[in-house]
């Protein structure tokens, strides 16, 4: 669910100003679950814009503030949201940790960075929910150190139906700033996508497991 309409479209238009969203409909980019896509959305970049990161930042911390209050700790998904959720922890004046996808192989042997004690309130930052899984991975393992999930935000949400079933499943709230129709929707206006592109963008949402040019 996204947070604020007004807010969904401001992120949408400044993820494209910065190119953060790529598109490719001849030779479509493989992610690691071995699906094909015609588009990437690359929120890392916009760290690289203090403006854009401040927009963001900003929003999330409103929204962890108004939904959650100030007794909990941020923690950001590594590795994607590890400098998406600092900025928020910053913004709010809250400790912030993070989640690997797995324990270290060396050293401790952490998952988890930072200072967590059983019993404490966290609020997860991603950058991007995609199938949900690497999201719920970190969930879990916050759970496992016995800490209480209160929910999550992200930046960006392509909002596949096998996402909102896990989330579901895994009694997780989600909240998010930007969507996959809103995006299309300000890409369209923009042209920065041609209209013919859109019943391709559209299937591929449908069923992207087995999406594929013709």
Request: net charge neutral; hydrophobic share 45%.
């Amino acid at each position: 669910m996204i947070i604020n309409q007004n807010i969904a479209q401001q992120t949408a238009e400044h993820l494209l100003q910065i190119n953060a969203i790529k598109l490719n409909l001849e030779n479509p980019f493989t992610w690691a679950s071995g699906w094909r896509s015609p588009i990437y959305c690359d929120n890392r970049i916009t760290l690289s814009f203090p403006a854009i990161r401040n927009f963001l930042s900003r929003s999330l911390a409103a929204e962890v503030k108004a939904r959650y209050g100030s007794d909990c700790i941020i923690a950001g998904v590594a590795t994607g949201a590890i400098g998406i959720g600092a900025l928020v922890a910053h913004e709010l004046n809250l400790p912030f940790i993070y989640v690997r996808p797995e324990p270290k192989k060396h050293g401790r042997q952490n998952q988890i960075e930072g200072q967590l004690q059983a019993g404490q309130k966290v609020v997860v930052i991603e950058d991007l929910i995609s199938t949900g899984m690497s999201s719920l991975n970190a969930v879990k393992a916050l759970q496992a150190s016995q800490a209480e999930v209160l929910g999550m935000l992200a930046l960006f949400t392509y909002g596949f139906d096998k996402a909102a079933t896990a989330f579901s499943e895994a009694q997780v709230h989600l909240h998010t700033l930007c969507d996959y129709d809103t995006l299309l929707t300000v890409a369209l206006q923009q042209k920065t996508i041609p209209e013919t592109a859109l019943t391709w963008l559209q299937e591929w949402r449908e069923n992207p497991a087995t999406w594929g040019p013709q």
